[in-house]
């Protein structure tokens, strides 16, 4: 079974709105972590924001905030009014507790003037 | 600044050649790893090492070999066993062995071609 989903393989976003990148994973572990990476068309990978499992509130940073549904084993990415610069591929990631990090396939958003 | 070093950005190889493509690492990281990405495609894990001198292998290891020697050090060998090198190749450290709050820090690639 896939540990990381993502489901959206490209979205498009109008400049100033927001957009939603949808991530689910699976673990039985109960401590995980979560992240999300941006990957702009140079190829690095640039770290954006962290959710743990025992985490109460939704992680922000900056622009970014992830909406984690722990029942539901979700873990969106929002990124509110999106600039040109945000058009990049983005990956959803999970660590469990001594194991390696594992990728979701990625999302290639597009933002539109 | 600390951060992690790979070289060459861009590297050829030749048929029938063994190719070394180096990472290094100076924030004091456990944990190294690389992946491979193809065009429009997910990371692939091909090694992974949490402590020197002991590496696993991931998803895509056959074709390709490491050492780690150094904790600041974890070089990937393409060998001629692997037929389609042709990617691009990234290397990433985290902190802690047993903490997964610690996110990967991601060196800036490189991609290698077939010549």
């Known amino acids: 079974a896939q540990k990381i989903t993502q489901t959206q393989p490209g979205m498009f976003v109008q400049e100033k709105e927001a957009v939603t990148l949808d991530c689910t994973y699976d673990?039985?572990?109960?401590?995980?972590?979560l992240f999300w990476y941006k990957q702009p068309s140079s190829g690095e990978m640039i770290f954006l924001i962290y959710?743990?499992?025992?985490?109460?509130q939704n992680a922000t940073e900056g622009r970014y905030s992830l909406n984690f549904q722990k029942a539901r084993k979700s873990a969106n990415l929002v990124i509110s009014a999106s600039q040109l610069g945000d058009s990049a591929m983005y990956f959803c990631?999970?660590?469990?507790?001594?194991?390696?990090?594992?990728f979701g396939t990625g999302t290639s958003l597009t933002v539109i003037p | 600044d600390g951060g992690i070093t790979q070289s060459p950005k861009y590297l050829f190889r030749k048929e029938g050649q063994n190719v070394t493509l180096s990472c290094e690492q100076n924030?004091?990281?456990?944990?190294m790893y690389w992946y491979r990405q193809d065009p429009g495609q997910g990371l692939r894990l091909i090694y992974y090492?949490?402590?020197?001198?002991?590496?696993q292998k991931g998803d895509i290891a056959e074709g390709y070999s490491v050492s780690r020697e150094k904790k600041e050090s974890f070089p990937l060998t393409v060998t001629s066993a692997q037929k389609n090198p042709t990617a691009f190749y990234l290397c990433?450290?985290?902190?802690?062995?047993?903490?997964?709050?610690?996110?990967?820090?991601f060196g800036d690639g490189t991609r290698l071609s077939i010549l």
């Open positions: 924030l004091n990281h456990d944990a």
């Open positions: 090492s949490q402590i020197v001198n002991d590496f």
């Open positions: 673990t039985s572990d109960p401590s995980y972590g």
């Open positions: 959710q743990g499992s025992y985490d109460q």
């Open positions: 990631a999970m660590r469990e507790v001594r194991n390696q990090f594992y």
């Open positions: 990433a450290s985290s902190k802690g062995q047993f903490s997964n709050s610690q996110p990967q820090h």
